[in-house]
């Protein structure tokens, strides 16, 4: 199947700074890429949907000003998490989708620990 | 507001014998459901899917069944084998290609 790599699979940081993580399609060309988040015992909850070349759409409650995605090209997206604080430590995982194919392949995960 | 609940946090099942994880949603509007099953380190990998016109779908030692008026759904596993042994998701979303809404997970551990 496709694969799909994520970048870094943990990351500690300190309050107030900025992450950046990475999500690469590496044997496919991904039109739209989704972020996920997942909190200690809770779903994967849906962030924002990216698509290429445009803006990416926030679900509700998701600050875009603070979670930044940018999917510049068809094989990379990445997720920066401004001025981090504790509460925004979770499991951020991303996804990705062939164009008409409704399956997605999904990353291996980022676990954010901010002290 | 959780649409899609799995309310088993773990299963222990022994080797051989039958797995049953089970899935449960609120929304009337879902109409697409899959499962995915995922390893520590690694991301979700899609399992297997039903849409809401069918009532089961089988793929080997897999097979999933849809309850539209319990709004409830099932994944079979049988025999099961240690192999088994992961986080199983199961995702529900309005329409096909739309976005997918996710349960919390359930444990599987499958016994030697």
């Known amino acids: 199947g496709a694969v799909v790599s994520q970048h870094p699979s943990r990351v500690i940081c300190k309050s107030g700074t900025s992450v950046k993580i990475e999500c690469r399609s590496l044997?496919?060309?991904?039109?739209?890429m989704f972020w996920y988040r997942q909190f200690p015992k809770q779903s994967l909850m849906l962030m924002a949907t990216?698509?290429?070349?445009?803006?990416?759409?926030?679900e509700q409650g998701v600050e875009k000003d603070k979670f930044l995605i940018n999917h510049a090209s068809l094989t990379l997206s990445t997720l920066t998490v401004t001025s981090a604080h504790p509460e925004d430590s979770s499991f951020y995982i991303c996804?990705?989708?062939?164009?008409?194919?409704?399956?997605?392949?999904f990353g291996s995960g980022t676990q954010l620990s901010v002290l | 507001d959780q649409q899609v609940k799995q309310n088993s946090p773990s299963l222990s099942v022994q080797e051989g014998r039958i797995s049953i994880l089970n899935c449960d949603y609120t929304n009337s509007m879902f109409d697409y459901f899959l499962w995915y099953k995922k390893y520590p380190a690694e991301g979700p990998t899609f399992l297997i899917s039903i849409s809401s016109i069918k009532d089961k779908n089988e793929d080997g030692r897999f097979t999933v069944f849809l309850n539209k008026s319990a709004k409830h759904l099932s994944l079979h596993i049988v025999p099961s084998q240690p192999g088994d042994s992961a986080v199983y998701f199961c995702a529900a979303s309005a329409g096909y290609g739309n976005k997918l809404v996710f349960g919390a997970g359930t444990i599987l551990r499958v016994k030697s």
């Open positions: 990216s698509n290429e070349g445009s803006k990416a759409t926030y």
């Open positions: 044997d496919f060309q991904a039109t739209t």
């Open positions: 996804s990705a989708r062939v164009q008409s194919n409704e399956k997605l392949f």
